[in-house]
Antibody, heavy 121, light 110 residues
Framework: QVQLHESGPGLVKPSETLSLSCTVS????????WSWIRQPPGKGLEWIGY???????KYSPSFWSRVTMSVDSSKNQFSLNLNSVTAADSAVYYCARLTSENFFYWYVGVWGQGILVTVSS | EIVVTQSPLSLPVTPGEPASISCRSS???????????LDWYVQRPGQSPQVLIYMGSNRASGVPDRFSASGSGTDFTLKISRVEAEDVGVYYCMQTLQHRTFGPGTKVEI
């Protein structure tokens, strides 16, 4: 069974870049779409974007000027970089895999446990 | 950007009784292929979210059949036929037609 595990610094300074990785275990990163979703403390879910294992990306308009996602197939990992962070970027960040039953519709089928990132000086 | 709203935002429920959550989108979520581009997720206390329903009305694998969803265009509903204690949590709808946008969530509590 595929499992996802987020890793990265739990504290980032304002104006710096938030960098997280997601390690995929129990399955291959190839052939799938991978996404990042965040949840500010006590608030709802926010979609950040997704990346195909081939490198194709699609970012939410709310983030596209600040976000970069990448895949490292050799490590079975994918990553998120969010630059110019502020306190409003403090959140639990989830990595996830999109799942399809029919090859034309994808839903979030597998979620990581989430990692709390706080933006503070 | 498609805006998604939910009501109510808080829903007290009674075990054994039915419950329903409404989700509305600012634009129709009907794709040209005829399918509905909307999912439902639940985030139980202390857990990561998990999918309940995808593409409008399709129950994900392992989801109990007491959960069902319906709707078209801009109005959608998630129904729990008989609430169980384990159903407490926050329920989110998410549109997938243009990028992806979550609704604000509905907190279901007993």
């Amino acid at each position: 069974q595929v499992q996802l595990h987020e890793s990265g610094p739990g504290l980032v300074k304002p104006s710096e870049t938030l960098s997280l990785s997601c390690t995929v275990s129990g399955g291959s990163i190839s052939g799938h779409y991978w996404s990042w979703i965040r949840q500010p403390p006590g608030k709802g879910l926010e979609w950040i974007g997704y990346i195909h294992y081939s490198g194709t990306t699609k970012y939410s308009p709310s983030f596209w000027s600040r976000v970069t996602m990448s895949v490292d197939s050799s490590k079975n990992q994918f990553s998120l970089n969010l630059n110019s962070v502020t306190a409003a970027d403090s959140a639990v960040y989830y990595c996830a895999r999109l799942t399809s039953e029919n090859f034309f519709y994808w839903y979030v089928g597998v979620w990581g446990q989430g990692i709390l990132v706080t933006v503070s000086s | 950007e498609i805006v998604v709203t939910q009501s109510p935002l808080s829903l007290p429920v009674t075990p054994g009784e039915p419950a329903s959550i409404s989700c509305r989108s600012s634009q129709s979520l009907q794709h040209s292929n005829g399918h509905t581009y909307l999912d439902w997720y639940v985030q139980r206390p202390g857990q990561s979210p998990q999918v309940l329903i995808y593409m409008g009305s399709n129950r994900a694998s392992g989801v109990p059949d007491r959960f069902s969803a319906s709707g078209s265009g801009t109005d959608f509903t998630l129904k729990i036929s008989r609430v169980e204690a384990e159903d407490v949590g926050v329920y989110y709808c998410m549109q997938t037609l243009q990028h992806r946008t979550f609704g604000p969530g509905t907190k279901v509590e007993i």
